[in-house]
């Protein structure tokens, strides 16, 4: 096989959630880096469980995350007669046989088996029969399933697989397994095995969970007679307890969507999941969208050994990857760290370096939401709209942060830190009149400048006797609502006169 070619096949049966999105963006990453292609294919056979609300959550949490994908999507239940004709093969070649046992059969059988403490297994009494005993059942109208014949003969079915190395199952440990149901519907393991083979997929990257189904699907691959494809099973994420992460268990906060709507960067999502199973030798932590891209579509770049640099031509390996499942850290009752602080601090990383433009591009989407949202700051307020963000980004952690902590810089109905109250406002009683009487002296200047608003709450706290950190933090306290940020005399110059002013006078209120 001389093209790469992957796939992301999601089933269709709830939102896009995070162990899925890391999957995905694997799989991406090694298209990118070989210059291959990736598949996407929806898995929809379950046709129960299967929405059209869940195909689109999944397609947009991708797009999203910028996971572009080459093809499709292809929709696995479109390929029914396929995959029924793959069983037909199977069956005329003499690699499967109807089973026509019926459940309660199957089911005493097992009882007894565990009853006896012994493993049940299908003992193949369907395989035995002759072909008049299949047409005589057949002709009485008995349901049947088809099993794959499994070979009998000692040996075992083994690969290596790109990230648990050697893999191996003995033949009289894997069962004649079902192709296909009774009501005459293929089972997910051939459906996918027909769906790789025609897709041409020359590596399947997936979760380890898929790694027990790999033996039987090499089985029914070489059945088939097809090449097989390169396997590389992903650990899997799990959370602090160790237990698999699922949307059963853990609810909406393993989904893309969740992250999304908490303010996060796609890319910076993109990036922590990456790191979720993932590392380089220097654990290094940041890579942008086109540090990685570039370092998989360009391999002929000069190996830099120095620990400061990572070596950019081994960026994405399967050798990174960690055997050990990953732990995916998050507290729930914490709403300031509600996922991992890993992620969180990535998110802030990129919250505060990405070009402001970026920024302001995401966070219109996040004040559009919130009615926050002005059309003049995408026309004559755009610098100070960007400004507000750049001034304040500082000290944020996800998108939300602008509409919440920054309000101020933006509406007039932000809330007040509890904090910022007791501490610069109520422990100042003078505050009541001085920040007025500052208000005053501002509204007397005929624009606020750094220097000028300096220079005037300077002189004012000297005559005053106070420190000047009083009046600044009070004036911080009632124009930001907050107990942090930039330098006050920048945020007088940027905030607007007009606001600053009634802001200073207003802080009678806060004493009443
Ligand atoms: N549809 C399967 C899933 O969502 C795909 C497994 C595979 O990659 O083979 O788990």
Not at 123 to 140: I, M, N, T
Not at 155 to 183: C, L, M, P, T
């Amino acid at each position: 096989m001389t093209e790469v070619r992957v796939r992301f096949p999601p089933s269709p049966t709830g939102y896009l959630h995070i162990g899925g999105a890391r999957t995905a963006i694997y799989n991406w990453l090694f298209a990118r880096k070989h210059g291959g292609k990736l598949v996407l294919r929806i898995e929809d056979t379950d046709a129960e469980r299967s929405t059209q609300e869940s195909i689109q959550g999944i397609l947009d949490g991708l797009e999203w995350l910028g996971v572009t994908w080459d093809e499709g999507p292809y929709f696995q239940s479109e390929y029914a007669a396929e995959h029924m004709a793959a069983a037909q093969r199977l069956l005329a070649d003499g690699n499967a046989y109807k089973c026509f046992c019926s459940k309660e059969e199957l089911e005493a059988k097992r009882e007894a088996a565990a009853a006896a403490k012994g493993d049940y297994r299908y003992d193949g009494v369907c395989r035995k029969l002759s072909p008049e005993q299949v047409r005589e059942k057949e002709a009485q109208g008995l349901p049947y399933v088809i099993r794959f014949k499994v070979p009998q003969e000692p040996g075992k079915v083994g690969f290596d697989d790109q990230v648990y190395g050697r893999v191996e199952r003995a033949h009289e440990d894997i069962e004649d397994f079902v192709i296909v149901r009774s009501n005459g519907m293929p089972l997910y393991l051939l459906c996918n095995v027909v769906d790789d083979i025609r897709d041409r997929i020359s590596h399947v990257i997936r979760g380890q969970d898929g790694l027990s189904n790999t033996p039987r699907q090499i089985l029914l691959y070489r059945a088939l007679g097809a090449e097989l494809p390169i396997f590389a099973h992903m650990p899997l994420t799990l959370d602090l307890n160790k237990a698999k992460i699922s949307k059963r268990s853990h609810g909406e906060i393993v989904s893309v969507q969740f992250y999304r709507e908490q303010g996060f960067l796609p890319w910076a999502l993109a990036n922590f999941l990456v790191l979720l199973g993932w590392s380089t030798s220097d654990d290094r932590e940041i890579f942008s969208r086109e540090e990685l891209i570039e370092a998989f579509s360009f391999d002929g770049i000069t190996r830099s050994n120095s620990i400061f640099n990572y070596r950019k031509d081994d960026a994405f390996s399967f050798d990174g990857i960690t055997r050990s499942n990953s732990i995916f850290n998050y507290r729930k009752d914490d709403p300031k760290f509600f996922t991992d602080p890993k992620a969180i601090n990535i998110n802030a990383h990129y919250l505060r370096t990405l070009p402001i433009e970026e920024i302001g591009a995401l966070v219109k989407v996040e004040f559009q939401k919130e009615g926050l949202w002005d059309s003049a700051y995408d026309g004559e307020k755009k610098q100070w709209f960007l400004k507000n963000l750049d001034m304040t980004r500082e000290r944020f952690h996800t998108l939300k942060d602008f509409a919440s902590l920054g309000r101020a810089w933006f509406a007039d109905d932000f809330a007040m830190d509890e904090t910022a109250l007791a501490k610069n406002v109520l422990k100042h009683p003078g505050l009541k009149e001085w920040l007025p009487m500052l208000a005053e002296r501002f509204d007397a200047l005929p624009e606020l400048s750094h220097d000028e608003t300096e220079r005037v709450c300077r002189e004012f706290a000297e005559e005053l006797g106070v420190k000047v950190g009083v009046l600044v933090n009070g004036a911080r306290a009632v124009i930001t609502g907050q107990v942090k940020g930039p330098s006050m005399f920048e945020v007088f110059a940027q905030i607007s006169k007009q606001r600053v002013v009634t802001r200073l006078k207003g802080a009678t209120q806060y004493f009443e």
